[in-house]
């Protein structure tokens, strides 16, 4: 039902900032608009945590571990099928590969990104 496809990742400093973005591009706009979207990410030798997401309700609520809280910021485009997650303030912990999550509130079926690698160098 749903394809997504990160872009944007890539080497940044430490202290750096980096944006990610994510495609729905099999999808289309009223399907987008029920899913709560989000960020994961999964480091060597770590399980998958999530990072941010983001509602479909109203502007959309938002949700950040802590480990980002205050350097992240998640946002969402339902016009153009599309989140992005701004990374601010990069740590070297930060380092791992992004991926993007949907979860369908109606069908309550998720999807996931193929994933975008984020570096981040001391």
Known sequence: QVQLVESGGGLVQAGGSLRISCVASRTITSV???????????APGKERE????????????????????????????NSRKMIRLQINSAKPEDT???????????????????????????
């Open 50 to 77: 999530l990072v941010a997401t983001i509602t479909s309700s109203g502007s959309g609520s938002t949700h950040y571990a802590d480990s980002v809280k205050g350097r992240f910021t998640i946002s969402r485009d």
């Open 32 to 42: 987008f608009w029920q899913k709560t979207m989000g960020w994961y990410r999964q």
């Open 96 to 122: 791992a590969v992004y991926y993007c999550n949907s979860f369908d509130e109606v069908t309550k079926a998720s999807d996931w990104g193929q994933g975008t690698q984020v570096t981040v160098s001391a």
